[in-house]
Structures are given as structure tokens and as C-alpha cells.
């Protein structure tokens, strides 16, 4: 099975002026805060895979804060830009078909995470 770390490459999904604005974004918000951004994500990726694991539903509301934090964290790193956010949807399902192609079960977890979303936007 190809190593998904080595095939997978966001960057094919994203044109010149996207990462752009993606490294004019991480600019704007400052390295101290990107950390801080990254580290909340994967205290929340922990715990929808935990979730994911015990079977839980994504719409049952006990999932409610973890969906509307996932919401919060992608708010804030993509900012308040319309149009991108629909691209960076769009980016979203496909790496997550590509995924489930090379690593099916990392793929189900992503799929888990963006139904999390989906069932709780604010």
C-alpha cells in the first residue's frame, strides 16, 4: 500500500492565487497563533477519532462542541473569504476521495470529522 504521507500533496488542489492567500492568511495570523491553531486541531482530531472508534453518531449532540470547534478552527484559519472557503470545500472532498483511495480507514476518519462538522455548523 503507497505511503498516503508520500502520495498525498494538498498543494495539487489548490491554484497559485489560493496559496496565496493561504500564506497571506498564516502571515496575517502570526506564527504564535498558528501553533496555537494547529495544537487546538489536534486536540479535537484526538477526539473525534476517539469518537469515531466508540461508534459515536456524528449528529448526536454530545458531539456538538467538537463540531462546532472544528467549525471555529477553520473559521479562523481560512478567514472571512467567501470564495475561498467554498474552493477550500471543494480542495476538502477531493483529498478525502483521494484518501479513501490510499488509506481507506484514515479516509472514514476524515469523513467522520466533516459529517461532525456538517451535523453542528453554528
Do not use: C
Not at 9 to 23: D, G, I, V
Not at 93 to 101: M, P
Amino acid at each position: 500500500m503507497p505511503d498516503p504521507a508520500k502520495s498525498y500533496n494538498p498543494e495539487q488542489y489548490f491554484t497559485h492565487e489560493q496559496a496565496r492567500y493561504l500564506s497571506e492568511r498564516q502571515r496575517q495570523l502570526g506564527p504564535e497563533r498558528m501553533m496555537e491553531l494547529l495544537a487546538e486541531w489536534k486536540a479535537v482530531e484526538a477526539s473525534l477519532r476517539i469518537a469515531f472508534e466508540q461508534g459515536s453518531e456524528p449528529a448526536d449532540l454530545r458531539m456538538q462542541p467538537l463540531g462546532r470547534k472544528a467549525h471555529a478552527l477553520k473559521d479562523t484559519f481560512l478567514g472571512n473569504n467567501d470564495a475561498f472557503t467554498l474552493d477550500f470545500e471543494q480542495m476538502q472532498a477531493n483529498a478525502l476521495q483521494h484518501l479513501l483511495a490510499v488509506d481507506p480507514a484514515e479516509g472514514k476518519i476524515m469523513a467522520y470529522t466533516q459529517q461532525v462538522m456538517f451535523a453542528h455548523q453554528n
